[in-house]
């Protein structure tokens, strides 16, 4: 069955440290989606790509960076982690751009 | 930024009673209106979307209606049950912004 993973799903790392965080899907979504999920704070778009070679910032995406260089995996790289981005964050995919997203397990990321 | 307003933040009921949640948002060209329902410590799932050429959607117990001229959509539990307890977000499309997410309903479904 098609299925959208995430690894790590638990990471603990210091401050100042570049992490990557990994998405990958065997729906063969042209979309994908980047989020973060905060108490108070719901779901917030960090990065989404349409298509592969394609990237595009969202709501909450100063410090961190996504590639798109194959359908199946949006990697999330956050360049020298900061305590404020302790979080889970969710990858999703999608069909159409407008349409229902898959989202994966999660990973929750620390940053002491 | 854009905003999706969701109203209410909590919401406890009996069980057997209707629930309804309300999402306001702002960008008149949005036309795909989803609601997911997370459980505690698990993903997002849909439950339930409408787009803006209907103003209602039904399925079973489950139904959203929209109101594109004051631009909320609403989500209907009937007959709720305990296994209906969960965070429930709307998302609105949002130009140059692909969705952006209400900030949650945590609903209580009281044995």
């Known amino acids: 069955d098609a299925e959208i993973t995430q690894s790590p799903r638990h990471k603990i790392t210091e401050t100042g440290r570049q992490v990557t965080l990994a998405c990958h899907q065997t729906?063969?979504?042209?979309?994908m989606f980047w989020y973060r999920q905060d108490l108070g704070h719901g779901l917030r778009l960090i990065h989404y790509s349409y298509g592969v070679q394609d990237t595009n910032k969202g709501e909450v995406s100063d410090g961190y960076s996504v590639s798109r260089s194959n359908t199946e995996d949006l990697p999330l790289t956050l360049e020298s982690a900061a305590s404020s981005q302790t979080s889970v964050y969710f990858c999703?995919?999608?069909?159409?751009?407008?349409?229902?997203?898959?989202f994966g397990p999660g990973t929750r990321l620390t940053v002491t | 930024g854009e905003n999706v307003e969701q109203h209410p933040s909590t919401l406890s009921v009996q069980e057997g009673d209707s629930a309804v949640i309300k999402c306001t948002y702002s960008d008149s060209a949005s036309n795909y209106f989803p609601w997911y329902k997370q459980e505690l410590g698990k993903r997002p799932q849909l439950i339930i979307d409408i787009r803006s050429n209907v103003g209602e959607k039904k399925d079973q117990r489950i139904a959203v209606t929209l109101n594109k001229t004051a631009k909320h959509f609403s989500l209907h539990i009937t007959e709720t049950q305990p296994e209906d307890s969960a965070v429930y977000f709307c998302?609105?499309?949002?130009?140059?912004?692909?969705?952006?997410f209400g900030p949650g309903t945590r609903l209580s479904v009281l044995p």
């Open positions: 999703a995919s999608s069909d159409l751009a407008q349409g229902q997203q898959y």
């Open positions: 729906w063969n979504h042209n979309n």
């Open positions: 998302a609105a499309p949002v130009y140059g912004q692909n969705f952006v």
